[in-house]
Structure formats: C-alpha cells, structure tokens
Nanobody
Framework: QVHLVESGGGLVQAGDSLRLSCAAS????????MGWFRQALGKEREFVGA????????YVGDSVKGRFTISRDNAKNTVYLQMKSLKPEDTAVYYC?????????????????????WGQGTQVTVSS
C-alpha cells in the first residue's frame, strides 16, 4: 500500500523560511498528483498547494500565494513545500496527500476528497 511521510516541520519565527518534504513509498510516484493541506487547531483542513504527476503544472492557495511553492522530484519519490516569509497564521499541522486514481494533467485538485492517501502530518509553529 501507499505510504506518505512528511518531515521538515518545526518551530520558527515570523519571516523565516522552512521546507517540508513528503516521501512516498508503495506506489508508482510518477503516476500520482500530489497536494499539501494544513489544519490549524480548531479549524478545518485547508488547501495549500497541488502539483501534477510530472510537475509541469502547480498551484497554491490564495492565502499563501507569493510565499509558498510546491515542487516534486520524481527520481526521489518526494514532493516539497517551500515556505517563505512565514506568519503566525501559518501555524498548523501540514499534511501531504496523493491522488493515484485517474487524473487530468492539471493542478486543480484542491479538495480533500480529490486524494486517496494521506501522511500523518508535520507540525509547523510560527512565533511572532
């Protein structure tokens, strides 16, 4: 079965940068569209970014546009979330998600139900 494992979270100060990684195993990574979501305490899970199977198309949510970038390295079976200019409101558990079902080569998979597999999450805490 497919396993997704996030890493790279931690405690940082506002304005800092952080790169999250998600390593995939148990499936053909290059077949999957990938996404990042986050969930703050007491809030619903929020879309952060999505990327197509080949990395040609990517998209990030309005709340992080201009600060976050999603990318992938299929040779390493890994998807990344580069976060810059972090703000306290970015504090959340960040989840990696994968879609292995049929897909179009676009980056508009923004809903939790669009994905088949999820990692356990990694905590990002941004202090002011």
């Amino acid at each position: 079965q497919v396993h997704l494992v996030e890493s790279g979270g931690g405690l940082v100060q506002a304005g800092d940068s952080l790169r999250l990684s998600c390593a995939a195993s148990g499936g053909t990574f290059s077949n999957a569209a990938m996404g990042w979501f986050r969930q703050a305490l007491g809030k619903e899970r929020e879309f952060v970014g999505a990327i197509t199977w080949n990395g040609v198309n990517s998209y990030v949510g309005d709340s992080v546009k201009g600060r976050f970038t999603i990318s992938r390295d299929n040779a390493k079976n890994t998807v990344y979330l580069q976060m810059k200019s972090l703000k306290p409101e970015d504090t959340a558990v960040y989840y990696c998600a994968g879609r292995w079902r049929t897909q179009w080569n676009v980056a508009y998979y923004t809903q939790t139900d669009d994905y088949d597999y999820w990692g356990q999450g990694t905590q990002v805490t941004v202090s002011s």
